[in-house]
């Protein structure tokens, strides 16, 4: 199966700097690559995603990068605002699409006023 | 129209006691996934169907949980008989398909077992 890491586990920043959180995974048939969010008590919630043919995708203030050769992938957050203040789960999709989604542990993001 | 449908939102039990979940997911949604997640850690996939086949149960204690999907559509998840480590939350998801779809949450079933 598909072993995930992410890191840091924690990360603070000053409110208006940028956040980039770093996922690694070990499936080389991974094609799918979904950032989820998920507020305290709340779903996780996708917020951004990128497929294997694509190097980078951007969202307003989020973007997702791709490198398949190191087979990580990373969620840029710029100008950070209160209200990204929540946890972040990397879910690449291993097996080429014969297994699901496996999240990686989370990185706690806590952005500071 | 209505995300995925997840009751009961909460449900205390003593050990030993058996104890269900139901999911309906987004309609029209082949995939249906149920996963675990304990506090402080990303959800752990137990089962997952697409449409009424269980295609990847390989995390699924089987000596206590089971799981169904009746007509490829609603999903219950059972546990009997609880045990103290079983308590976590307990989150369903669907999607169109598993191959590179976003996959839709509903609120969860937070079990507390006493």
């Known amino acids: 199966g598909e072993n995930v890491e992410q890191h840091p586990s924690t990360l603070s920043v000053q409110e208006g700097d940028s956040a980039v959180i770093k996922c690694t995974y070990s499936?080389?048939?991974?094609?799918?690559f979904p950032w989820y969010k998920q507020e305290l008590g709340k779903r996780p919630q996708l917020i951004i995603d990128?497929?294997?043919?694509?190097g980078e995708k951007k969202d307003q203030r989020i973007a997702v990068t791709l490198n398949k050769t190191a087979k990580h992938f990373s969620l840029h957050i710029t100008e950070t605002q209160p209200e990204d203040s929540a946890v972040y789960f990397c879910a690449p999709h291993s097996g080429g699409g014969a297994d699901g989604l496996t999240f990686g542990k989370g990185t706690h993001l806590i952005i500071q006023p | 129209e209505a995300g995925v449908v997840q009751s009961p939102r909460y449900k205390i039990i003593e050990k030993k006691q058996p104890v269900a979940f139901w999911c309906n997911p987004i309609s029209g949604h082949n995939t249906l996934y149920w996963y675990r997640q304990n506090l402080g850690q990303g959800p752990e996939l137990l089962i997952r169907?697409?449409?009424?086949?269980?295609?990847?149960d390989s995390q699924l204690p089987k000596d206590r949980f089971s799981a169904e999907r009746l007509k490829g559509v609603d999903s219950t998840l059972k546990i009997q008989p609880a045990e103290l480590g079983d308590s976590a939350v307990y989150l369903c998801a669907s999607s169109l398909e598993n191959i590179g779809t976003e996959a839709f949450f509903g609120q969860g079933t937070r079990l507390t077992v006493v």
């Open positions: 499936d080389s048939a991974s094609n799918y």
């Open positions: 990128i497929r294997s043919n694509v």
């Open positions: 169907y697409e449409n009424e086949e269980a295609v990847d």
